[in-house]
């Protein structure tokens, strides 16, 4: 019979022997078992800036409401050397202006200095979502121009021409409340180059779990574990990659299977986040045409950041599900619910107008129409011609539906061609 002190050895010996990214997975889930596909999202967002030949900064934003957990997601990676954290943030801070500060002291409070080949973590970034419309414009297009990570120069009539320019990579964690339908729209109009996770409301929780919570550990206890063992799991890349720009990838080798399914998911994300023509009795907008070519570059970073976090060098299958969760999650709700709803009907079916108001939950007939506004940009993108439908009032696609299990055991739909 194996006496206490034997088991305890043998189990000193497991602990030894699990990998970083295996004990992590063991903490959360013990914890926050609901945070878990959010700190692996957050991982890979850090990861892609080992990659020697990244040249996207790629930023995840945490979406949800109160209580979500994202602040505490965000929160497990601040502190350590590669992160940035700003519990204050506003777009002009990248590059300031500010009047009452002598030009030579500006290069002291520049932000985007302070972040390249960092992780800018921002835990509030609601009041960058919200304003009039110019003051959302001006915000993103500052932001859309930062994200191409070759720096920014700009020129005011108070300190003249200022900026940076050169490899200005970085990678971002913020979090938001959820975004109003004209935050979608500027994002759409400049094209965005955020890209997000919507963290679900928990169900309520029975008093006996709560009172469990307490009496175990404190919130807080299991916040400092928690972050513990990500920081060792970022330890631990930074060593194996050889630090910032230190992994060289071999693209060649990569599954043409997956790479066409990251093109897929990039091709779909760009039609859904496009803006539709606006036509109405006085006005005649023509369309804005997001092109894939970013959203692709993200996602595949996205994934090659992933397969890194678990040991791997080149992508496999295993790296898709969390392509597919920040691709329906990075476009707006009710797009992607209505479009999940099409992808279980299969490659030939459709959904009429009566029929999405039904999975969004909604009162009205013409706010179901406004999701489907969409449809055929994003059947242009995803078919190469516009597919047939049976009436005005109806969604339909002929492309295939590949299923793939989702983080954290979630399923998801992944679009290729039938």
């Known amino acids: 019979m194996r006496t206490m002190s034997t088991m305890r050895t043998m189990s000193k010996r497991t602990s030894r022997n699990t990998s970083p990214i295996d004990q ?15 700190v692996v999202a957050g991982l890979s967002v850090c990861a892609t800036l080992f990659l020697e030949d990244s040249s ?7 979406v949800g409401g109160p209580g979500t957990g994202k602040t505490t997601v965000a929160s497990l990676f601040t502190e350590h050397a590669l992160c940035y954290p700003s519990n204050s943030f506003s777009p002009a801070a990248f590059v ?14 520049d932000l985007l200095p302070r972040i390249q080949h960092k992780v800018l973590v921002t835990p509030e970034l609601a009041p960058i979502f919200r304003g009039q419309e110019e003051k959302l414009v001006t915000r993103f297009a500052v932001i859309t121009g930062v994200m191409d990570g070759r720096g920014w120069t700009t020129d005011s009539g108070t300190h003249g021409r200022r900026g940076y320019t050169g490899d200005y990579l970085f990678a971002w964690l913020g979090c938001t409340t959820p975004l109003s339908d004209a935050v ?17 409301q928990k169900e309520n929780a029975r008093s006996a ?10 919130y807080q206890e299991r916040v400092e574990k928690c972050r513990k063992v990500v920081h060792e799991v970022l330890d631990s890349l930074m060593q194996s990659c050889g630090g910032v720009r230190g992994m060289k990838w071999n693209r060649r080798a990569d599954p043409k299977t ?3 399914q990251i093109a897929s998911l990039a091709n779909l994300l760009a039609a859904m986040r496009s803006q539709p023509t606006e036509e109405t009795l006085h006005r005649y907008g023509q369309p804005i045409q997001e092109a894939p070519h970013r959203a692709f570059a993200i996602l595949h970073n996205l994934a090659r950041g992933h397969a890194l976090v678990h040991g791997r060098r080149q992508l496999t299958k295993d790296d898709l599900p969390l392509a597919v969760r920040v691709t329906f999650d990075s476009m707006p709700l009710e797009y992607a619910c ?8 299969g490659p030939k079916g459709a959904l009429t107008v ?3 108001r039904a999975v969004l939950g909604v009162r009205h007939l013409e706010t179901a129409r406004k999701a489907m506004r969409a449809r055929r940009a994003w059947n242009r993108a995803v078919r190469g011609r516009r597919a047939r439908e049976a009436s005005p009032d109806s969604l339909s696609t002929g492309v295939g539906v590949v299923r793939v299990q989702g983080p954290g055991g979630a399923s998801g739909g992944c679009l290729g061609r039938a």
């Open 338 to 345: 209505a479009l999940k709803a099409l992808c279980e009907e």
């Open 354 to 356: 009566d029929e999405v």
């Open 258 to 260: 997956v790479l066409e």
């Open 56 to 62: 996207n900064p790629v930023a995840l934003i945490y």
């Open 24 to 38: 992590l997975r063991q903490t959360i889930h013990r914890d926050f078992p609901d945070y878990w596909p959010a």
């Open 96 to 109: 300031s202006h500010a009047s009452n500060v002598p030009r030579a002291k500006l290069a002291e409070i």
């Open 209 to 218: 779990d709560l009172v469990h919570e307490v009496r175990e550990r404190s």
């Open 184 to 200: 979608w729209e500027v994002m759409g109009q400049l094209g965005s180059r955020l890209f997000f996770l919507r963290m679900g």
